[in-house]
């Protein structure tokens, strides 16, 4: 597609199920980063991936949160047993590879909204 | 830690004038800078990328300066319109394809 693709748009789940945030970034991006935004708060970083390995994943906040990337394309946030405290937007990003114009534009999807209650 | 920084937290300024929504950081060793827009309820949409050994970039309306020493970028605004509205953001990273550390945000609002 023509930008970077997030689903579901909105989930509502019970605390203590488990939720998977979906990110189909954009075609030839290389770099694929996870971000979270709460009510009143900035952006917190989560995680970032190169191709298929996650170089930094200091921003997960517990063993509770883990992503993957498959064939360099499609990443899944997965949250486990989740909390209030872990309704928020997460927002996705890619960039293109290194070797590029412009490294290190990013260009973000319109968010998955997680309510849990 | 790089900590980045946006004052006001909002502004509201009459159709048709000139702002300029300041950006401070507190590391100066940055790869690049970057401002984006969001509206309420959507993604980040990038408006300009600064890399370090740029001073400014312009794009229609809107030219982002870049003080890399003093750790400051400002992001300027000719002749704003109502759908400038919106919350912008900056942001800093480290290294190429390195995490974006953002500000808070300045929410707009331009009365018509």
């Known amino acids: 597609g023509a930008g970077v693709s997030q689903s579901p748009s909105n989930k509502v789940t019970e605390k203590g199920k488990d939720v998977e945030l979906r990110c189909d970034p954009i075609?030839?991006?290389?770099?694929l980063y996870w971000y979270r935004q709460s009510l009143g708060q900035g952006l917190e970083f989560l995680i970032y991936?190169?191709?298929?390995?996650?170089?930094?994943k200091s921003g997960l906040p517990s063993d509770r949160f883990s992503a993957e990337r498959t064939g360099g394309s499609v990443s899944t946030l997965t949250i486990q047993r989740t909390q209030q405290e872990d309704s928020a937007v997460y927002l996705c990003?890619?960039?293109?590879?290194?070797?590029?114009?412009?490294?290190?534009?990013?260009?973000f999807g319109e968010g998955s909204r997680l309510t849990v209650l | 830690k790089q900590e980045v920084t946006q004052i006001p937290a909002a502004l509201s300024v009459p159709e048709g004038e000139n702002l300029v929504l300041n950006c401070s950081f507190t590391?100066?060793?940055?790869?690049?800078l970057q401002w984006f827009r969001q509206d309420p309820g959507k993604g980040l949409t990038s408006l300009l990328l600064i890399q370090s050994s740029q001073r400014e970039q312009t794009s229609g309306r809107l030219n982002a300066s870049l003080d890399k020493s003093s750790g400051r970028s400002t992001l300027y605004i000719a002749a704003s319109q109502p759908g400038d509205s919106a919350t912008y953001l900056c942001?800093?990273?480290?290294?190429?394809?390195?995490?974006?550390?953002f500000g808070k945000g300045i929410t707009l609002s331009v009365r018509p």
């Open positions: 075609s030839g991006h290389t770099a």
């Open positions: 590391d100066s060793a940055i790869y690049n």
């Open positions: 991936f190169q191709g298929n390995s996650a170089p930094d």
């Open positions: 942001a800093v990273s480290a290294g190429a394809n390195s995490k974006l550390t």
């Open positions: 990003a890619s960039s293109f590879p290194s070797d590029r114009p412009n490294t290190g534009e990013l260009f």
